[in-house]
C-alpha cells in the first residue's frame, strides 16, 4: 500500500484506509456514504472512522449522493485545504 503525501485529499474504502494505517495521521476529517435503507447503520464507517481517529465526520450523503451533496462536498473540502495551507 503506498503512503499519502502530506497534504493530500484521499477517497478511500474504509478498508483500504485500514490497511494503511501510516496515513491516519493525515486524516482531517470524514465525508461517508451509505444507503438509509440500513436504518441505525447508515453511513456507519463514518462514525466508526471519525471516532477512531478522532477527527470530525464532515458530511453523510445517501448512496451515489445528488448535486447538491456534490456541491456540498466540494465546498467543504475547499474550506478543509484552505485551512491547512495557511
Known amino acids: ?3 499519502v503525501a ?3 485529499i484521499l477517497a ?3 478498508d483500504l484506509f ?4 501510516q496515513n491516519r495521521k ?5 465525508i461517508a456514504s ?3 435503507n440500513f436504518g441505525a447503520t447508515y453511513a456507519i464507517a463514518g462514525n466508526i472512522i471519525s471516532a477512531k481517529c478522532q477527527v470530525p ?3 453523510r450523503f445517501e448512496l451515489l449522493g445528488t448535486e447538491r451533496d456534490l456541491q ?3 465546498q467543504g473540502l475547499q474550506q478543509v485545504w484552505q485551512q491547512q495551507m495557511q
Do not use: D, H, Q
Open 12 to 14: 478511500a474504502n474504509s
Open 26 to 30: 493525515f486524516l482531517r476529517g470524514v
Open 1 to 3: 500500500m503506498t503512503a
Open 72 to 74: 456540498k462536498v466540494r
Open 57 to 59: 465526520l464532515l458530511y
Open 34 to 36: 451509505g444507503n438509509s
Open 6 to 8: 502530506e497534504g493530500a
Open 18 to 21: 485500514n490497511k494503511a494505517p
